[in-house]
């Protein structure tokens, strides 16, 4: 699963990066501890641009009629046949910008957080988004990323990674012209990754140390969520 990450640029550098433009002002910085039901940028496209748009973590299916948690992920092998995820695989494609995700080693009783990434690049998660319209009258934008299974290098950790594409595959994406059977295949595959401290367990912790290398490697339990 993917249930953390950060997003470390400030909203121009991430704009220039990745060449898309704001469509509205983004009401986040940099952030090192994104949780589920945060507001985060999406990368959307239309017939001539890309644009970045922040967008709600937790698709909320269309039968739903309150603001609910919704789906923080959606799995790669089973996206086409999901009642709340299908219709949108085509129609309403995403990517999410993420300078790396935390992801969590169970060892006995103790969580160990690890931090993974590519030096130096923002990886762009593969997501589907929608905006649907509550009981209250108001309309909401949210988004779930796309996971696929873990790659040999970093199973140890966790069964499950994001699917994830480099700038050169986003059109590809974004247009839904990817063949299914290349979803995988044409995702990035080798992460690095390195243990990080405690402190990312706290869903209000939101300061840069936490995507830095931990001083007391492994060996202590994790108070997640």
């Known amino acids: 699963m993917c249930g953390r990450y950060a997003v470390t640029p400030s909203a121009e550098e991430l704009a220039e990066e990745l060449q898309a433009a704001w469509d509205r002002p983004n009401p986040t910085g940099p952030v090192y501890n994104a949780c589920p039901g945060s507001w985060m940028p999406v990368m959307t496209s239309n017939s001539y641009s890309w644009k970045l748009i ?9 039968w739903e009629a309150n603001e609910v948690p919704g789906f923080i992920n959606a799995r790669v092998e ?12 085509k129609r309403q494609p995403c990517l999410i910008p993420a300078s790396g995700y935390y992801e969590w080693l169970t060892q006995g009783k103790s969580k160990i957080p690890f931090y993974l990434h590519r030096p130096g690049e923002t990886l762009l998660m593969a997501g589907i988004w929608n905006n649907i319209t509550l009981a209250n009258g108001s309309e909401i934008e949210s988004f779930a990323i796309i996971t696929r299974p873990a790659d040999k290098n970093i199973d140890f950790i966790h069964h499950r990674m994001p699917l994830i594409y480099s700038l050169d595959k986003a059109d590809s ?15 990035i595959h080798r992460l690095e990754y390195y243990q990080v401290g405690p402190e990312v367990g706290k869903p209000d912790n939101n300061f840069p140390s936490l995507i830095e290398p931990s001083d007391n490697p492994m060996g202590y339990q994790v108070d997640l969520f």
């Open 173 to 187: 994406w974004l247009n839904g012209s990817m063949d299914r059977e290349d979803y995988i295949g044409r995702s």
């Open 54 to 62: 922040a967008k709600r973590w937790g698709l909320i299916p269309p």
């Open 78 to 89: 089973s996206i086409h046949e999901k009642a709340a995820f299908k219709s949108y695989l």
